[in-house]
DNA sequence: GGGGAAACAGACTGGATGGTCTGTTATATC
DNA sequence: GATATAACAGACCATCCAGTCTGTTTCCCC
């Protein structure tokens, strides 16, 4: 077997150049020429790594949701090393991505699984992708905030399930608040208001 | 001068089409000729009515956009009869829209505005329109927050700005959340949330 | 150092798509 | 009932765009 030159390089700067203008246009009105001239590539290279424009939607979309579930990981573990209490960890949890929120949110104008989500034109795979991603997120959430509310009974009854997926539901919105309004500076804000919640909930 | 037959009926429907596929497979994937299929129309018929479909999807925004501040001035009317204290207003005004959730989320999919926001093609005119009607609904809902806050003091201090601004993104981002998961009664559970954070601020 | 396979390069194509253009029909005014 | 004009109808066109095809280069293995 011979192993010629490497193609991952290649295959990053598309896979970067791709993401900068879907998140910026969707995919759909992203063209394949356009990701060429950005990457920069030709068109040989690009239907060498992806059989088809799809294909590439798929590959951004299982990359993007890797580096979800690190994201994930990474902040729940030092959410973890800040506290014992689960209660206190989820705030310290909200408040990192708060932190992280104003770095993120001019360089990444959006999240890449709206622009899938509101095109559905792409087959129920991939958007199971989507799905699995945000039920990993909720199962995470979930334990905790049943550990949570276990220490500090709840001031009013409330369904944790949803709870978990309301930091999901605030990322996204805050996202398209920061984008209608042209500051990303909302997205920190609406974060803000989901810990003020969690606060208020288990009685920090 | 002469007035022949009445073209908007004609108008309406290529606007009921457009809106369908729109905000199932977004704007930029959305052809005229599949607008005209659904209508049904033919092309003298749809650019006779908008010069190109730049303008259909400029028509569709301020068509939304009109129906949008209809519904808040609505449910805000109903909110205040229901009760005179601003608290309960508010409270009662999330309430409305999670009953009328239900209803909605199975017939439209999502929210015509971020099928926009998330294709930045179109100008900065229409992309404004929306920006517009966000702060509508927050300069509505401040002032009601700012009411509440001064007859129940909040729990926690709080931007009652974001606050406002905390509908729209519950809003979106419950719509996001039931699209993704492919499950509606997702948008009612996060409102459900939002209802919550205001009854624990102003202890009701 | 020759052979082979992956990694490109880039001209080319067929179909889709936004938009045009030349009619034709309906209706209100005179 | 002649006419003017908005409201259509639908063939047609120019462009763009995803995908193909035929090379050429690079690099490892023997």
Redesign the interface.
């Known amino acids: 077997m011979n192993v010629p030159r490497d193609g991952t390089p290649t295959r990053d700067r598309i896979l970067d150049a791709a993401q900068r203008i879907v998140l910026?246009?969707?995919f759909?009105?992203t063209s394949v020429d356009a990701v060429l001239a950005a990457a920069p590539a030709t068109k040989g290279a690009f239907f060498h790594h992806f059989p088809s424009k799809n294909d590439l939607g798929r590959a951004l979309l299982e990359r993007y949701a890797a580096a979800d579930e690190r994201l994930l990981d990474d902040f729940m573990a030092a959410a973890e090393a800040e506290s014992d209490d689960p209660a206190e960890q989820l705030v310290a949890f909200v408040r990192r991505f708060e932190q992280a929120a104003d770095e993120l949110a001019p360089t990444q104008p959006?999240c890449l699984?709206?622009?899938f989500?509101?095109?559905?034109?792409l087959a129920g795979n991939e958007?199971d992708l989507?799905?699995t991603s945000?039920r990993h997120w909720r199962t995470r959430l979930l334990e905790k905030l049943e550990a949570a509310a276990e220490l500090h009974p709840p001031?009013?009854a409330?369904?944790l399930r949803?709870?978990a997926?309301?930091v999901?539901?605030?990322?996204?919105?805050?996202f398209?608040?920061a984008?209608?309004?042209?500051d990303p500076s909302?997205l920190r804000?609406?974060l803000?208001?989901l810990r003020?919640?969690l606060?208020?909930?288990f009685g920090l």
């Open positions: 910026e246009r969707g759909a009105a959006g699984f709206v622009s989500i509101y095109e559905s034109q958007n989507i799905a945000i001031a009013i409330v369904d949803s709870l997926d309301q999901f539901t605030t990322f996204e919105g805050g398209i608040l984008r209608a309004m042209h909302h804000a609406q803000a208001h003020h919640y606060e208020l909930l």
